[in-house]
Every structure is written in C-alpha cells, then in structure tokens.
C-alpha cells in the first residue's frame, strides 16, 4: 500500500502541467516546529538559483507544489532578463504567516536550505520578514537581504522598480511618464505594494487601495486620501493604471473582461493564470508590464548588495527596469506580440549564450 501511496504522489510531482524543465524539487519537513516546505530549483544555467521564502496557508500540498514551481520558474526569466548571473529557485511553507510561523520554524528551514549546498539561495517575500531572513541565516549562509549581506529588506527596492516601471508603460500608453492626475487601483498592501503607493501619491496620482489586512487600508486611506475597495474588486474600479501587488494568476479569463484600466503593472508574481491571458489583455488594448520584468528591483539588490556597501549600483540597475520595458514595449509593439512574450524571448536568449 505505501509503495503505491508513493508511486502517485512520484507521478504527480513528475507529471505536473508545471514541472518543465525543473532540476531539483525537495519536500522538507520538521515535525518539532511544524515546518512543512516545498523548495524548486529551477535553472542553474547562470548560477546558483536565487528565489524568495513564502510563507502562505495553502489549501493543500498540491497548491503549494504548483505555486513553488510556478515562481521558481519566474524567478529563472527574472534573473536571466536584469542581467544577473544567478538560476532561479523558490520555496514555500505550508503555514498561516500570522498564526503559525515562529523563529524556530524559520531556524528549521534555514537548517534545510544549508543541505542544499549552495545550489539554492534563499531570501524574503510573501509572509516573510527581514527578521525572518535573520533567523534562516543563522543555520545557513545561502540568504540574501539579511544586515550581514548587505542591504537588508529588498522590498524598497522592488517597490522603486514598479514604480519606474509604471511610469515607462504610462509613457508608452499616455505619451507621458507624469503620473499626475492619473487614477491608479493598487491591489495589495504589503511592504511593497504600501511603498509603491506612497510613490504613486507622492507623485500625484489619485489612489484606489485593497488588502485583506484592514489596518494596512486604514493606513493608506489617511496617509494618501485613498479610496478603498474590496479587493475583489480592485481590477474592475474605473481607473487608469491597475496595479496588482498580491498573489498570482488573478489576470485570467473572468477577470481581464473586467478590466477598465489601460495599463496592468504591478508587483505581483505569475500575474497571468495562462498565456492565454496574455493574448487576452493585448486584444483589449491593455498595456501589460511582465510581472517578472518589472519587480526584480528586490532580485537585484539582493544578488549585487554588498556588506557595508554602497546601494548606488542597486539603484542604477532598479531605475533601469523602466528603460529594459520601454525596449520590451517597443519590441512586441513592432513584432506584433505580447510584452510577455518579448521578455521570455529576451531572458531565453541570454540562458542560450550561457549554455
């Protein structure tokens, strides 16, 4: 009977709609602190394979696994297309962010990622903090965005590269980078999606905000006289700039119908639930920003930080996200294809000269 329990679940995982090209999948669990985690190698064409820790109540193991292949994937095109010399790799932990997670279940992971050797490097995102990233890297040296390598929290600088980034898909839409006047729904609160907020208010943009965390709302309606909205909801608002900053797949089939916005650029992984919806959006004359594109500011100061050092590299290759976009736009513009498919073509063709 066991044998056969394991046969199924070796045929999932084998035969997974997402598993492509992955190397190395490892199923982690420590029963003392509760940590049950999936970790996805992707690609170590470049280098080792750099990608975040989630930490997020999945409903069950397969959407963990599907999520973990998904956004190792992502993280492969990331690296590969900001001209880093890194793979790319994620992982994720089965557990309530606000509930469950403890240092000691962080402590436990970071114990599991040291066994990888080097082949996987970890460091923060969803459900994650920076004292988090602290406690994994006290049982491993493979993390990134911790005080000892450099520049600690990489969530400002993910937030300066989607801000630049929506300025350079207002210009391609707009014929201007001012965002002055323009109305923009910010789908998701956290570090960055807060931060690229403040960027958009401080830059004069009218502000529609959604998160499931009230305070976070609360916050945003005082501090940039947002309008909230559920966030259900965030995507069908009347405005001219969407920007979804929470989970995935939340462009797809019902709701890019829906969508009023001009322009979808946001921080978000694995926006697109398929292709498909990528075709989608440029049948409606909506400008999208490819996901992977457009956030790797984080990605970026975390591979170049270095300790004590200064963040001026950092900065210069996160204002550069706008410039690699314009060059993405222009190019589907003329090809006749998705901005998505212009980027995967571009991050293929530098993991081809690598080979």
């Known amino acids: 009977m066991n044998a056969l329990h394991t046969s199924v679940h070796h045929s999932a995982v084998f035969d997974h709609p997402e598993m492509g090209e992955h190397e190395n999948i490892v199923f982690v669990q420590d029963k003392e602190t509760g940590l049950s985690a999936i970790i996805a190698v992707h690609d170590t064409t470049l280098g080792p394979a750099l990608g975040g820790c989630r930490v997020w109540p999945y409903e069950n193991p397969a959407d963990a696994l599907t999520d973990a292949l998904r956004l190792s994937r992502g993280m492969t095109y990331k690296n590969s297309l900001a001209g880093l010399d890194l793979g790319g790799g994620k992982a994720v932990i089965m557990a309530d962010p606000r509930k469950e997670k403890s240092v000691e279940m962080m402590e436990a992971f970071g114990r599991h990622v040291e066994r990888l050797s080097g082949t996987y490097i970890t460091a923060e995102d969803v459900g994650v903090s920076p004292d988090d990233m602290e406690a994994v890297a006290r049982h491993t040296d493979h993390v990134r965005g911790t005080s000892a390598t450099g520049l600690g929290d990489p969530s400002p600088y993910t937030a300066l590269g989607v801000f630049e980034g929506i300025k350079a898909s207002a210009h391609h839409v707009f014929g201007s980078a001012d965002l002055a006047g323009k109305t923009v729904s910010v789908q998701g609160l956290g570090h960055v999606g807060f931060d690229v907020a403040r960027q958009l208010h401080d830059a ?152």
């Open 204 to 355: 004069g943009a009218k502000l529609i905000v959604s998160d499931i965390h009230a305070p976070a709302v609360l916050r945003a309606i005082e501090d940039f006289r947002a309008t909230a909205v559920d966030p259900a909801e965030a995507h069908m608002v009347s405005a001219d700039i969407f920007v979804p900053c929470a989970l995935g797949a939340g462009l797809n089939a019902r709701t890019i119908p829906q969508i009023q916005a001009r322009i979808v650029a946001g921080a978000a992984n694995n926006q697109l639930q398929t292709p498909a919806d990528g075709v989608a959006l440029r049948k409606r004359g909506i400008l999208y920003a490819p996901d992977y594109a457009i956030n790797a500011g984080g990605v970026i100061s975390i591979a170049l930080a270095t300790p004590g050092g200064s963040d001026t590299l950092v900065r210069e290759k996160t204002l550069a996200i706008g410039d690699t976009l314009s060059t993405i736009f222009e190019r589907a513009a003329r090809e006749e294809t998705t901005p998505e498919q212009v980027a995967d073509t571009m991050a293929e063709e530098r993991l081809a000269l690598s080979l």
